[in-house]
């Protein structure tokens, strides 16, 4: 998306992932390349075969310096794409509509509203127009902080909950509402007819009763517990499966400060299964950093057995830097 003066302000690009019952949701990742918009309101619309606009909800975008970027499920499975194409295609094309406003600080600056189709990288037809300033009298700390007790509260007592995360061994009685809130990824579950919204359970198998304890404790209050090397490590994959952008950014500061010799290659394996090549940039550089003491490790020679291509590319950093040190 472009604004008047040619700029580019915001890529979408649409992907299909597989969710827990074999349906695969189509989602929107939303990258803005503008750092002082602080947020942004961004509203999502099909627009079917006839023309008509179908509202697909929308999401508040925060702009964290560690991802710029965020997912937004279309609660549209390719199936119910492909069984309704008639509705929803247009010449086989799926055509949708974005609007967005764009505030810094606490003054709305204006809004923004723009068409794109799956087929074409370029967006069309911006428009930029200027709405009402307005100022926030009421100081937010002391709403948020009171915000945040009803919310623990509401989560250690479990008062109207109406779906469980269920791990190996334990069950965590939730609200839908505040997952979806959260996570697209949970949102998108529980928007759509699949498995775990008719079953109001949801099957975590993959993550420990901690880790998920802790994910949800971030979800309903922002909090973090004092956390260690190993459980940031298993909350950081947590945050990117169910797409909790701002927990995966907190992780991936702590991560970041608690990087050591013996923890380094374990990390860049990590960024790499995520492919998180922001996190996996600020390893290389802290491995490279310290060459002569990692790559005579222990860890690093099992990261040369099993993952060859990843250490190999590092190591071309290495040389690079050498090469440029030596010029």
Known sequence: MESTSKEILMKFCLF???GQNSDEIIFIEISC????????????????????????GGLDFWYNVHKNTAIFPLRLTKNKLLENKGHYLKEDDLILNCECIFPTGISFEGV???????????????FISSVPNFSILKKSSDLAIGLKEDFETLRKEGTLSDIKLCT?????PVH?????ARSPVFKAMFSNEMKEKIERSVEILDLDDDTVRR????MYTDALEDLEWESTFLLYQAADKYQIMSLKGKCL??????????????ALVLADRHQDEDFKKIVQNYIVDRDEYVFFSEEWKILMKNNSELAAETMHQFWERAK????
């Open 16 to 18: 299909v992932s597989e």
């Open 33 to 56: 390349f503008l750092k002082h918009f602080k947020y942004f309101i961004l509203k999502i619309f099909l627009i079917d075969n006839g023309g008509n606009k179908i509202d697909f």
């Open 112 to 126: 923004v509203s723009t068409d794109f189709e799956q087929t074409s990288p370029q967006t069309k037809n911006v």
């Open 168 to 172: 190996k061994t334990k069950s965590f």
């Open 176 to 180: 839908a509402a505040i997952l979806s």
């Open 215 to 218: 994910m949800i404790l971030y």
């Open 253 to 266: 500061a702590l991560l970041e400060n608690l990087l050591s010799l013996t923890n380094a290659c374990e």
């Open 324 to 327: 440029r040190g030596n010029s």
